[in-house]
């Protein structure tokens, strides 16, 4: 069984431990874009939602751009988040383009995306909407599982009132769990107004699938850290890279580092 060494500090990274993936995980980052190569040795990039203000067009293909500066041979995983308005067809179709201009300076259906334009997986680019991908290592596979889903979004997008058999669709044999809101009842959900912000169906359905050994979510900003779970032996982190005031969390420079041993 796979084992992680987390790390969320101000630079001095660690050495990779020998045959071990490296993972380099943001989220929330808002237009912004924390420094990924003062990393070393990484493997995989991923981001867990959140990666625009609005979701505009111009938002994501400034991000896009970002993630080509990258060493085109690691893989980059990418969900959304309640933020990432443009990737939300159905809520875009569903607000309409009056409301998207007045709320959010929309423009309809040019920002209204084909995500399949913006993330190539032939460019090592991966969008996990609600779906699965078997990443292949020097390890040998891992099943990952992303969700840009949010319990009460309160307006924004990819947002549910009633979670139904959402979560329940997680693959069985999933290892690494790619959510952008917390689950419920962990302390990297709880709010800086004492609140538990996470989905009481997710937390659910992580405790009942035992493969999960990794989950990775932001959405509480400020709420960043590792939450291990001594009886599952389950590692929760919120990694979240800016402040609620959307400032770079500079107790970990806005990047979080697992090792997967």
Same mark, same amino acid.
């Given at each position: 069984m796979a084992t992680y060494g987390i790390y969320q500090g101000r630079g001095n990274y660690p050495p990779k431990p020998k045959g071990a993936t490296r993972f380099v995980v943001v989220s929330d980052t808002h237009n912004r874009r924390p420094h990924v190569e003062w990393v070393?040795?990484?493997?995989?990039?991923?981001h867990c939602g959140d990666i625009t203000m609005t979701g505009r067009h111009s938002e994501f293909s400034r991000f896009r751009q970002w993630l080509t500066t990258m060493p085109p041979e690691n893989p980059k995983i990418v969900i959304a988040g309640n933020h990432d308005i443009g990737l939300d067809r159905e809520f875009c179709e569903r607000v309409g383009?009056?409301?998207?201009r007045k709320m959010f300076d929309h423009k309809g259906a040019a920002d209204s995306l084909d995500p399949s334009h913006l993330f190539?997986?032939?460019m090592n680019i991966h969008y996990l909407q609600h779906g699965a991908l078997e990443l292949k290592t020097s390890q040998g596979k891992i099943k990952i599982f992303g969700s840009p889903y949010v319990f009460k979004s309160h307006g924004w997008a990819f947002g549910y009132e009633k979670a139904g058999n959402r979560w329940k669709e997680i693959p069985k044999d999933t290892e690494i769990l790619l959510t952008h809101m917390p689950p419920s009842e962990t302390l990297g959900a709880i709010s800086e107004d004492g609140e538990d912000i996470g989905c009481p169906s997710l937390g659910q359905a992580v405790r009942g699938n035992r493969s999960i050994r990794l989950h990775l979510f932001g959405h509480c900003h400020e709420a960043v850290g590792v939450y291990p779970e001594e009886a599952t032996r389950r590692v929760l982190v919120n990694v979240a890279s800016l402040t609620r005031a959307y %400032?770079? %969390?500079?107790?970990?420079?806005g990047l979080t580092i697992v090792d997967r041993v």
């Open positions: 070393p040795d990484w493997d995989v990039f991923i383009p009056m409301r998207l190539d997986p032939k %400032n770079v %969390n500079k107790k970990t420079y």
